[in-house]
């Protein structure tokens, strides 16, 4: 009985299992890490004992179309000595890699149309596609990548040129784009163009060219404007309050001034009698002048 009430469960959960793993292959790549990923291991499947030396061009499924792909293998010391050309990248000679390894594989990648899902730059606009490369350990097995990622040093003087077939500018032409240079996480790097179409890097990544997104840069012209009209106008409001602070300060003053005066007047009027003389547009006290007669203390006169 008790093994009749565990086959039903069991069975659901079996169908549970099957559901999720429909729904994690039916899930596209939207990360480009996973992406890349997903590439490289899609590279170790598509290739069987692959040659030194040779380009290889890796087919992704149909679902990708527009996305290429290119593989090559390189012994340390050939690397070292001639680089590497590819029809988008060009890896001088004098170009090591950190660790030093007996052999290295290369991947190539060019988006195409898929450049804007994978990479996004807040503020910019893509106008070539995102083109890239990764280094990876090729010294063990001659018909597998290892998942060891190899920095690139620059030992000579020439850097590594990244070359972008096509550039859309659109309506933007007068506008010269920016390199930039995508890390993991969704990071990214911009920096002048070394070339018409053309940019430098020291290390593996995907790079692609960028020129200002017209409509934010709209809202910035605006919001700059704007910026300045409050200002204008803040100074303006300034310099009208300070007049009005000015002329109630001096109204002040005169209202001060008037009151003293009929406080002396007042004064005035409580006491001796003084005549009043104008001075300017004020009243002022006068007292005449009088003598004071001379008092004998004794009368008497001899």
């Known amino acids: 009985m008790e093994l009749r009430r565990k086959g039903p469960d069991f069975n659901i959960w079996v169908v549970f299992f099957c559901l999720l793993m429909l729904i994690s292959c039916s899930v596209s790549f939207e990360d480009a890490d996973s992406f890349s990923g997903f590439v490289h ?16 061009n890796i087919s992704l499924p149909s679902k990708y179309s527009g996305i290429q ?7 340390s010391g050939n690397f070292w000595v001639r680089g590497s050309n590819l029809s988008w990248i060009s890896i001088p000679p004098r170009v090591t890699s950190v660790p030093y390894v007996k052999r290295i594989a290369i991947i190539f990648e060019n988006l195409g149309n898929w450049s804007s899902t994978f990479y996004k730059v807040p503020g910019y606009t893509l106008v070539a596609p995102v083109i890239g490369f990764t280094v990876y350990d090729s010294s063990t097995n001659s018909s597998t990548l290892s998942n060891h990622k190899l920095h690139l040093v620059i030992m000579g003087r020439n850097p590594i040129l990244v070359m972008f077939p096509k550039v859309n500018l659109g309506e933007n032409g007068g506008k010269k784009p920016q390199c930039v240079k ?3 996480g969704g990071t990214f790097e911009l920096k002048n163009m070394t070339g018409p179409s053309l940019c430098s890097a020291s290390d593996f990544g ?49 209202l001060v001034r008037k009151k003293n005066i ?8 409580r006491g001796v009698s003084f005549d009043t ?18 008092a004998l203390e004794n009368s008497y006169v001899p």
Not at 227 to 237: A, S, T
């Open 277 to 294: 003389v104008w001075i300017g547009k004020s009243r002022m006290p006068s007292a005449s002048m009088v003598r004071t007669q001379p």
């Open 41 to 56: 291991k899609y590279a170790n499947n598509s290739l069987s004992k692959p040659r030194t030396g040779i380009v290889y």
């Open 262 to 269: 009929k406080d002396m007047e007042k004064e005035s009027e």
């Open 182 to 184: 995508f890390g993991a």
């Open 206 to 254: 995907h790079f692609s060219l960028v020129i200002p997104t017209p409509s934010i840069e709209k809202e910035e012209k605006k919001k700059k404007g704007m910026l300045w009209e409050w200002w204008v106008i803040g100074f303006g409001v300034g310099l009208v309050a300070l007049a009005l602070m000015g002329l109630a300060l001096m109204a002040v003053l005169r």
């Open 69 to 75: 792909v290119s593989y090559i293998r390189l012994r």
